[in-house]
Protein backbone atom coordinates (compact mmCIF):
# COMPACT_ATOMS: atom_id res chain seq x y z
CA UNK A 1 0.00 0.00 0.00
CA UNK A 2 3.02 2.32 0.50
CA UNK A 3 4.22 2.46 -3.06
CA UNK A 4 0.28 2.95 -3.98
CA UNK A 5 0.37 5.80 -2.02
CA UNK A 6 3.99 7.27 -3.08
CA UNK A 7 3.06 6.70 -6.75
CA UNK A 8 -0.13 8.84 -6.28
CA UNK A 9 1.93 11.46 -4.51
CA UNK A 10 4.36 11.79 -6.98
CA UNK A 11 1.70 11.86 -9.90
CA UNK A 12 0.42 14.54 -7.86
CA UNK A 13 3.15 16.68 -7.47
CA UNK A 14 4.18 16.18 -11.11
CA UNK A 15 0.37 17.37 -12.52
CA UNK A 16 0.64 20.65 -10.15
CA UNK A 17 4.35 21.28 -11.48
CA UNK A 18 2.85 21.06 -15.42
CA UNK A 19 -0.24 23.07 -14.20
CA UNK A 20 1.78 25.78 -12.35
CA UNK A 21 4.20 26.21 -15.46
CA UNK A 22 1.15 26.42 -17.83
CA UNK A 23 -0.39 29.16 -15.48
CA UNK A 24 3.35 31.42 -15.10
CA UNK A 25 4.41 30.79 -18.26
CA UNK A 26 3.45 30.14 -22.01
CA UNK A 27 5.16 29.89 -25.38
CA UNK A 28 4.95 32.51 -28.02
CA UNK A 29 5.44 31.89 -32.19
CA UNK A 30 6.91 35.32 -33.29
CA UNK A 31 4.64 36.03 -36.38
CA UNK A 32 5.88 39.17 -38.99
CA UNK A 33 9.50 40.83 -39.29
CA UNK A 34 8.75 44.11 -36.49
CA UNK A 35 11.31 42.73 -33.68
CA UNK A 36 13.84 41.05 -36.78
CA UNK A 37 16.74 40.77 -36.34
CA UNK A 38 16.49 40.39 -32.58
CA UNK A 39 13.29 37.49 -33.20
CA UNK A 40 13.01 36.41 -36.23
CA UNK A 41 9.87 35.08 -37.65
CA UNK A 42 8.88 31.72 -36.24
CA UNK A 43 10.91 32.02 -33.37
CA UNK A 44 9.56 30.23 -30.72
CA UNK A 45 9.86 32.32 -27.02
CA UNK A 46 9.03 31.73 -23.39
CA UNK A 47 6.45 34.26 -22.15
CA UNK A 48 6.40 34.79 -18.04
CA UNK A 49 3.10 36.05 -17.69
CA UNK A 50 3.55 36.79 -13.39
CA UNK A 51 7.38 38.32 -13.53
CA UNK A 52 6.66 42.22 -14.25
CA UNK A 53 4.05 41.85 -11.55
CA UNK A 54 6.46 41.00 -9.25
CA UNK A 55 9.11 43.09 -10.53
CA UNK A 56 8.84 46.30 -12.50
CA UNK A 57 8.75 46.70 -16.12
CA UNK A 58 12.07 48.20 -17.57
CA UNK A 59 12.87 50.25 -20.07
CA UNK A 60 13.72 48.19 -23.28
CA UNK A 61 12.34 44.59 -21.63
CA UNK A 62 10.39 42.85 -24.36
CA UNK A 63 6.71 41.99 -23.86
CA UNK A 64 3.65 40.31 -25.40
CA UNK A 65 0.38 42.40 -25.47
CA UNK A 66 -2.78 43.63 -26.79
CA UNK A 67 -2.74 46.83 -28.79
CA UNK A 68 -5.63 49.56 -27.36
CA UNK A 69 -9.02 48.39 -29.14
CA UNK A 70 -7.45 45.37 -30.45
CA UNK A 71 -7.36 41.20 -29.45
CA UNK A 72 -4.65 40.96 -31.45
CA UNK A 73 -1.31 39.98 -29.83
CA UNK A 74 1.64 42.14 -30.41
CA UNK A 75 5.25 41.65 -29.44
CA UNK A 76 7.44 44.75 -28.92
CA UNK A 77 9.94 46.97 -27.06
CA UNK A 78 9.61 49.33 -24.20
CA UNK A 79 11.09 52.75 -25.01
CA UNK A 80 8.77 54.77 -22.43
CA UNK A 81 8.01 54.13 -18.73
CA UNK A 82 5.32 56.25 -16.74
CA UNK A 83 6.33 59.65 -16.13
CA UNK A 84 8.95 59.88 -19.03
CA UNK A 85 8.83 62.36 -21.65
CA UNK A 86 10.34 60.74 -25.21
CA UNK A 87 10.82 61.70 -28.29
CA UNK A 88 13.40 60.74 -31.18
CA UNK A 89 15.49 63.24 -33.17
CA UNK A 90 17.52 62.08 -36.29
CA UNK A 91 17.34 58.17 -35.05
CA UNK A 92 18.37 58.87 -31.74
CA UNK A 93 16.31 58.75 -29.21
CA UNK A 94 16.11 60.84 -26.08
CA UNK A 95 14.17 60.08 -22.53
CA UNK A 96 13.51 63.07 -20.00
CA UNK A 97 16.09 65.26 -22.38
CA UNK A 98 18.89 62.48 -22.33
CA UNK A 99 19.95 60.84 -25.56
CA UNK A 100 20.06 56.82 -24.80
CA UNK A 101 21.74 54.44 -26.52
CA UNK A 102 19.58 51.25 -28.06
CA UNK A 103 22.27 48.41 -27.62
CA UNK A 104 20.11 45.80 -29.75
CA UNK A 105 19.73 48.36 -32.63
CA UNK A 106 23.72 47.83 -33.17
CA UNK A 107 24.81 45.12 -35.82
CA UNK A 108 26.81 44.81 -39.26
CA UNK A 109 27.14 48.10 -41.41
CA UNK A 110 24.51 46.24 -44.02
CA UNK A 111 21.57 46.27 -41.80
CA UNK A 112 21.80 49.57 -39.52
CA UNK A 113 19.67 51.00 -42.32
CA UNK A 114 16.95 48.65 -42.06
CA UNK A 115 17.33 48.68 -38.09
CA UNK A 116 17.69 52.51 -38.29
CA UNK A 117 15.09 54.78 -39.78
CA UNK A 118 12.95 55.57 -36.33
CA UNK A 119 12.09 59.23 -37.35
CA UNK A 120 11.82 61.96 -35.05
CA UNK A 121 8.96 62.60 -33.77
CA UNK A 122 7.84 63.66 -29.98
CA UNK A 123 5.48 61.92 -27.50
CA UNK A 124 3.18 65.21 -27.94
CA UNK A 125 2.80 64.86 -31.36
CA UNK A 126 1.53 60.76 -31.03
CA UNK A 127 -0.10 61.13 -27.57
CA UNK A 128 -1.44 64.89 -26.97
CA UNK A 129 0.96 63.88 -23.47
CA UNK A 130 4.02 65.58 -22.61
CA UNK A 131 4.79 62.78 -20.20
CA UNK A 132 3.78 59.15 -20.21
CA UNK A 133 0.83 58.95 -17.63
CA UNK A 134 0.91 56.25 -14.48
CA UNK A 135 -0.14 52.77 -16.30
CA UNK A 136 0.81 53.24 -19.94
CA UNK A 137 3.94 52.45 -21.92
CA UNK A 138 5.85 53.44 -24.78
CA UNK A 139 6.72 50.58 -27.08
CA UNK A 140 8.03 50.17 -29.94
CA UNK A 141 9.52 47.16 -32.57
CA UNK A 142 13.40 47.02 -33.19
CA UNK A 143 12.67 47.02 -37.01
CA UNK A 144 11.30 50.07 -37.30
CA UNK A 145 10.45 50.39 -40.89
CA UNK A 146 7.94 47.57 -40.56
CA UNK A 147 6.65 47.67 -37.08
CA UNK A 148 2.98 48.56 -36.23
CA UNK A 149 3.53 50.16 -32.81
CA UNK A 150 2.96 53.31 -30.46
CA UNK A 151 4.00 55.69 -33.09
CA UNK A 152 0.67 54.40 -34.84
CA UNK A 153 -1.81 53.29 -31.61
CA UNK A 154 -0.52 55.07 -28.85
CA UNK A 155 0.28 54.46 -25.37
CA UNK A 156 -0.25 50.49 -23.94
CA UNK A 157 -1.83 50.18 -21.12
CA UNK A 158 -0.37 48.12 -18.48
CA UNK A 159 -3.54 46.17 -18.05
CA UNK A 160 -2.83 44.59 -21.39
CA UNK A 161 0.81 43.08 -21.26
CA UNK A 162 0.44 39.74 -21.13
CA UNK A 163 3.84 39.07 -20.40
CA UNK A 164 7.77 39.52 -20.45
CA UNK A 165 9.77 37.22 -23.31
CA UNK A 166 12.14 35.37 -22.70
CA UNK A 167 14.33 33.69 -25.12
CA UNK A 168 14.17 29.76 -25.44
CA UNK A 169 16.92 29.15 -27.17
Not at 70 to 83: M, T
Not at 146 to 157: A, E, I, T
Amino acid sequence: MKKRGIAFTAVGICLTAIFIKNLVFVEYKVEGVSMQPTYEEGRLLSINKLGFIFSSLKRFDVILFHPPNSEEIYIKRIIGLPGDEIHYEDDQLYVNGNAVNEPFLTSSDDQIDIMKKTGSFTLEEITNKTRIPEGYIFVIGDNRIQSRDSRHFGLVNIDDIIGTVHDKK
